[in-house]
Antibody, heavy 121, light 112 residues
Framework: DVQLVESGGGLVKPGRSLRLSCTTS????????MRWFRQAPGKGLEWVGF??????????KFAASVRGRFAISRDDSKAVVYLEMNNLKADDTGTYYC????????????WGQGTHVTVSS | QAVLTQPPSASGTPGQRVTISCSGS????????VNWYQQLPGSAPTLLIY???QRPSGVPDRFSASKSGTSASLAISGLQPEDEADYYC?????????????FGAGTTVTVL
């Protein structure tokens, strides 16, 4: 079974940094693009960014709202993907989901359970 | 606000057919595949539809989807109590200024 487990969430002050991890199993991680999404409390879904497989250069792309502040990296030897969040703002508060990109299109075929991030002083 | 436009709510009685619309533009729905996600209360989203009209294994065939031009729709035939959830449409947007994966604001389906 495909499993994705996020960790690293918590309470952080504005302007500080936080790194989320997503530990995966049950699929060929090295060949998979991975995506991060988030959901503010009581709000809808928002795409954060993705990282391609190293076969496609491991390139990344981000939503405008986080570009320049967030980074995504991957460790294929551990089947883990990371979301590094810097200069955090109150608007970054929410549940962050790690997902595996579908083999067929840009959809997110498998989701983790999410990890909560609260940015507050 | 959301790039794709969905109605905030929809409802029906068990067994009824419910349709959710999703309106976009030439830079997203018209040229790229549409996805639909279901989010049950208190749970993470799950993929309901990929490649505009394909169901992942395990998704009941009462869920169907289509698109025409810049609009897409999700239909639930034979509504069941367990279908009460939030539904989100999504698509890749090729806009030159800000390409990315965009969502609708979500539609809450209530089973009366």
């Amino acid at each position: 079974d495909v499993q994705l487990v996020e960790s690293g969430g918590g309470l952080v002050k504005p302007g500080r940094s936080l790194r989320l991890s997503c530990t995966t199993s049950g699929f060929n991680f090295a060949d998979s693009a991975m995506r991060w999404f988030r959901q503010a409390p009581g709000k809808g879904l928002e795409w954060v960014g993705f990282i391609r497989s190293n076969m496609y250069g491991g390139s990344t792309k981000f939503a405008a709202s986080v570009r320049g502040r967030f980074a995504i990296s991957r460790d294929d030897s551990k089947a883990v993907v990371y979301l590094e969040m810097n200069n955090l703002k109150a608007d970054d508060t929410g549940t962050y989901y790690c997902t595996r990109e579908s083999d067929f299109d840009s959809s997110a075929s498998h989701w983790g359970q999410g990890t909560h991030v609260t940015v507050s002083s | 606000q959301a790039v794709l436009t969905q109605p905030p709510s929809a409802s029906g009685t068990p067994g009824q057919r419910v349709t959710i619309s999703c309106s976009g533009s030439s830079s997203n729905i018209e040229t790229n595949s549409v996805n639909w996600y279901q989010q049950l209360p208190g749970s993470a989203p799950t993929l309901l539809i990929y490649s505009t009209n394909q169901r992942p294994s395990g998704v009941p065939d009462r869920f169907s989807a289509s698109k025409s031009g810049t609009s897409a729709s999700l239909a639930i035939s034979g509504l069941q109590p367990e279908d009460e959830a939030d539904y989100y449409c999504a698509s890749w947007d090729d806009s030159r200024s800000n390409p990315g994966y965009v969502f609708g604001a979500g539609t809450t389906v209530t089973v009366l």
